[in-house]
T-cell receptor, first 113, second 114 residues
Framework: GQQLNQSPQSMFIQEGEDVSMNCTSS?????WLWYKQDPGEGPVLLIA?????ELTSNGRLTAQFGTTRKDSFLNISASIPSDVGIYFC??????FGAGKSTFGDGTTLTVKP | SAVISQKPSRDICQRGTSLTIQCQVD?????MFWYRQQPGQSLTLIAT?????????ESGFVIDKFPISRPNLTFSTLTVSNMSPEDSSIYLC???????????FGAGSRLTVL
């Protein structure tokens, strides 16, 4: 099955810094998703990307669907303490039925005040 | 998006016992899924819960170990049978509506097996 390589595995940054993380796959996806998981909670969708090359923002978050359809990145600008958590990328294939997602291993973000 | 309630939120279980996790969605949804998240790991799809029929299991997961029910469009259960310490994980219910094409997750059920 498909596998996603997400990097970096963890990040320790100062408040106010920008963050960048990415996901790559050996095969293409029709949809790329970015989720955030807080401790004790389920993942919450941050951004969904549906077309190759698409660049989408959600507040301080920006994500892009790579033109090859095999990669995606997520940027967080001017980080704040509440950005702490685990960020997961996920890919979906249309022919597998929407909703069946493959997840990356996650990027754990720590923000120092 | 749909709101998902899972219970129990956490439990400590003895080896060899079974536990059923319930998932209730606040509105009818097209599809429901069960994921497992082992400590410090990513999310792995266990199965698709099919309404009124047997669940569709992913490779490495079997019905005898993880029986799933979905009697209607808003409710599903996952049972973790004959538990061992290796089953200690967070089990997450998720769903999506037709046209939405993105998953919504419950808060998860954290199981610890002693």
């Amino acid at each position: 099955g498909q596998q996603l390589n997400q990097s970096p595995q963890s990040m320790f940054i100062q408040e106010g810094e920008d963050v960048s993380m990415n996901c790559t796959s050996s095969s293409i996806f029709n949809t790329w998703l970015w989720y955030k998981q807080d401790p004790g909670e389920g993942p919450v969708l941050l951004i969904a990307l549906y077309k190759a090359g698409e660049l989408t923002s959600n507040g301080r978050l920006t994500a892009q669907f790579g033109t090859t359809r095999k990669d995606s990145f997520l940027n967080i600008s001017a980080s704040i303490p509440s950005d702490v958590g685990i960020y997961f990328c996920a890919g979906q294939l249309r022919n597998f039925g929407a909703g069946k997602s493959t997840f990356g291993d996650g990027t754990t973000l720590t923000v120092k005040p | 998006s749909a709101v998902i309630s899972q219970k129990p939120s956490r439990d400590i279980c003895q080896r060899g016992t079974s536990l059923t996790i319930q998932c209730q969605v606040d509105s009818q949804v097209t599809m429901m899924f069960w994921y497992r998240q082992q400590p410090g790991q990513s999310l792995t799809l266990i199965a698709t819960a099919n309404q009124g029929s047997e669940a569709t299991y992913e490779s490495g997961f079997v019905i005898d170990k993880f029986p799933i029910s979905r009697p209607n469009l808003t409710f599903s259960t996952l049972t973790v049978s004959n538990m061992s310490p290796e089953d200690s994980s967070i089990y997450l219910c998720s769903c999506y509506r037709a046209g939405a094409n993105v998953l919504t997750f419950g808060a998860g059920s954290r199981l610890t097996v002693l």
